[in-house]
């Protein structure tokens, strides 16, 4: 009995999750993170550790996701080469106190916002991006002063050990660490106080997380998911719309990513020329073959392989399968796949796909997309392929996501420029760019008075006549 307790006990505890965050603070109180010297540092060498080591990453990521040496390089490795660059870019401005204007109430005063770092953070991220989606809030976090633990996801192995053993080599140890583990660790995680929560996942966890914060007051930034929705007029370039359809579907991570394309909404007459076009740029990318192509990724496990299979299977819905359908169990591999006019109440129109399963709705006026998508939950983002004008402006008026994206897919998060971020459903608070230094720094209110100017009308015996004078 003894022995057993002893193997279901988590190599990570409260106990060391206590500890854990004890010495991180004890680190905190040097103030070390807080010069720019050593935030800019250790930014430099979380370049390096990227540049040194952009094969080890790119292995981890075959290994875990089996993603494409290409995608893995675009996706996550040069994404983070350029987050990094344009934080330290801007750092050093940004850490600045602000110059406020004073008023007439406060006279004679000056006033300013002094950033402050929040102090001990923790970041939990998913799997699908496990390596950028653990180290994008790490730059924020660092650049804000902050100390932190990152806990990568369970379910990408190779890529949170390759986290472990080269933050450990480029980064400084007792402000920085990562803690592996699964439901258990995170849990003795999350019973510590911290000073933020960044959650990257789903929203059944992003419950538990702002649960586990609300006890502490802490301070949460959820990075959720949803159904991202993309309308497509026929006011198109067909070609262009179904390249970059299939990138934003199958070319990121084969589905698998929070701001895939979800299920397309189109008009009825338009759907069997997009259907043709779908097909025939997916053969110019993926062979006749998808399930033998590189250039896919796998799905992540057997369960999750299991849940888009469930998806596929419903009655009401396998005969509505107008293109692909392959599935390779022993591989975990699924073909790019559409379907026309699933029915509304299936799984795969209610849950999040987040696979190679790419519903079509249709719809007899365009417009109509806008009231379908504002029926639903707040997505993380929604797309609109078209050249109309007006179209364009109703898109952005009525729709709530997010963020929006005309004619393409998934790149306005390639902007450090726009805040990238869920609203309602899809989450809250958002990162990227200053958005990131931000997200962990406090914005601290400060007012200087001198000794002059002390209007006796403030202080009592209040009398009708000092009220008049104020
Ligand atoms: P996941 O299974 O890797 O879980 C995310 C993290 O939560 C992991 O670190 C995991 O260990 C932890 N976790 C899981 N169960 C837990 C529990 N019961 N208690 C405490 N911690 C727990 O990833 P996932 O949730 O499958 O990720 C996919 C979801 O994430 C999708 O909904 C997707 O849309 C969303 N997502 C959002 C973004 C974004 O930037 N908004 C990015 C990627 C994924």
Known sequence: MASEDKKKKPAFDCEAASSTVKDLRATFATEKTRSYEWRASQLKSLLKLINDHESDIIDALRSDLSKPAHEAFVS???????????????????????????????????????????????????????????????????????????????????????????????????????????????????????????????????????????????????????????????????????????????????????VSADHIITTKDFAPKLIDALKLELEQFFGKDPLISEDLSRIVSSNHFAHLSKLLDEDKVSGKIVHGGGRNKDDLKIAPTILLDAPEDSLIMNEEIFGPLLPIVTVDNIEESFSIINSKEKPLAAYLFTNNKTLKGKFV???????????????????????????????????????????????KAVLYRSFVGDAPARYPPYTPGKLRLL
């Not at 924020?140 to 990568?152: C, E, M, R, S």
């Not at 009525?398 to 902007?415: E, F, M, P, R």
């Open 397 to 443: 008026k009525n729709v709530s996501a997010g963020g929006l994206l005309i004619n393409d897919i998934a790149l306005h998060l390639a902007n450090p420029n726009l805040p990238f971020g869920g609203v309602g459903e899809s989450g809250m608070d958002a990162y990227h760019g200053k958005f990131s230094f931000d997200t962990f720094t406090h914005k």
């Open 76 to 258: 996550e490795i040069s994404m983070l080469r350029s987050s990094c660059e344009f934080i330290l870019k801007g750092l050093k401005r940004w850490m600045m106190p602000e110059k406020v204007k004073t008023t007439i109430t406060t006279f004679p005063s000056s006033a300013e916002i002094v950033p402050e770092p929040l102090g001990v953070v923790l970041v939990i991220s998913a799997w699908n991006y496990p390596f950028y989606l653990s180290v994008d809030p790490v730059i924020g976090a660092i650049a804000a002063g902050n100390a932190l633990v990152l806990k990568p996801s369970e379910i990408a192995p190779a890529t949170s050990s390759l986290l472990v053993k080269l933050f450990g080599e480029y980064l400084d140890s007792s402000a920085i660490k990562v803690v592996e583990g699964a439901v258990p660790e995170t849990s003795a995680l999350l019973e510590q106080k911290w000073d933020k929560i960044f959650y990257t996942g789903n929203g059944k966890v992003g419950r538990i997380v702002a649960a586990a914060a609300a006890k502490h007051l802490t301070p949460v930034a959820l990075e959720l998911g949803g159904k991202c929705p993309v309308i497509v007029d026929s006011d198109i370039n067909l070609t262009v719309t179904a390249r970059r359809l299939i990138g934003g579907k199958w070319g990121l991570n084969n589905g698998q990513a929070c």
